[in-house]
């Protein structure tokens, strides 16, 4: 065999899926934190008093209204959180889905749909139960302002 020959090892594969995904998480967090705020401004307000004194506009409005007032920094509130979320997510949900095809299959080379289904469903439901508490966190620490107050520290 050639290195290249070799498939990968489930371990290389969960850990190659949860690195994947940081990476990732990394590039795209400043946007997911517009996405968040965007979402929970007014939320303690109605409806018709939101969109009327509304303090973010827009993704990249939210983005630049956040560094202005709360400094750059703050596109990554919650950082820590979600890359703890997409390790876990990811890894379990990419990186262990071979393993349970093969379980499934009892280490056939054919899959049916059927088993396809049921490992990205297994591999899927675990993965979500996994990584739920630290998005809840996540989205804790994006959605606090640092002009309200932190109420979160860590």
């Known amino acids: 065999f050639k290195a290249t020959d070799v498939p990968p090892t489930a371990t290389v594969k969960f850990l190659g899926a949860g690195t994947?995904?940081?990476?990732?998480d990394l590039i795209t967090f400043p946007l997911d934190t517009?996405?968040?705020r965007l979402q929970i401004q007014g939320e303690s307000q109605g409806p018709v008093r939101a969109t009327a004194g509304a303090q973010y506009r827009g993704v990249l409005g939210t983005i630049l209204t956040m560094v202005r007032t709360e400094g750059p920094r703050s596109l990554y509130n919650g950082l820590v959180a979600g890359l703890q979320r997409q390790m876990s997510f990811a890894s379990v949900r990419i990186g262990l889905y071979d393993s349970v095809k093969q379980f499934y299959t009892k280490g056939s080379e054919h899959a049916s749909i059927g088993s396809r289904l049921l490992a990205g469903s297994t591999?899927?439901?675990l993965a979500v139960a996994v990584a739920q508490p630290t998005d809840v966190v996540k989205v804790r620490?994006?959605?606090q302002a640092r002009a309200g107050g932190r109420r979160?520290?860590?």
């Open 34 to 36: 517009a996405k968040v």
């Open 141 to 143: 620490f994006q959605a």
């Open 152 to 154: 979160y520290q860590s």
């Open 123 to 125: 591999t899927g439901a």
């Open 20 to 24: 994947a995904a940081c990476i990732a």
